[in-house]
């Protein structure tokens, strides 16, 4: 008798561990979904280093403003007409860029942005988010395009 009863509890922890693992999962899958609802312009992800030139790329704690006013004069003349800085514009604002992206991932946005639209997933989600108006190849070095970066960095 003592036996069947420890069988039947320890069946019993087994059914309640199963059950608790079936909730955690189906806990797991409704949070992926909500995060999926997130538009991509919002989504953090410092993985994704993107397709293109720049594999890695380290950022000193001090900001170049060296750079950063040829990132500036950069950015007016070849992004201003798409990008604006506090809003929402044809493409998304660059501020606060470097606190949802690595800066890879930028950097290869900027030199690589036809291939980025076609193989990459998050820059497929922002061009349909921003009702597929895709980034126009301005065929920056790779050194105009770090003198942006420097510039997105200052924009808080």
Known sequence: MAIA????????????????????????????????????????????????????????????????????????AKCSACHKISKKFVGPSPKGVLERRSPEWVMNMILNPDEMVSKDPLAKKLLFEFNGSPMANQNLTEEEARDILEYFRTLK
Do not use: Y
């Open 5 to 76: 009863m420890i069988g039947l509890i320890s069946c019993g922890n087994d059914a309640q561990k199963e059950a608790k693992e079936r909730r955690e999962k189906k806990m797991a899958e409704k949070k992926a979904e909500k995060a999926l609802d997130v538009p991509a312009s919002k989504m953090i992800d410092f993985e994704n280093k993107g397709i293109g030139p720049v594999s890695s790329l380290s950022l000193a704690e001090t900001i170049d403003e060296e750079m950063v006013t040829r990132g500036h004069k950069l950015f007016k």
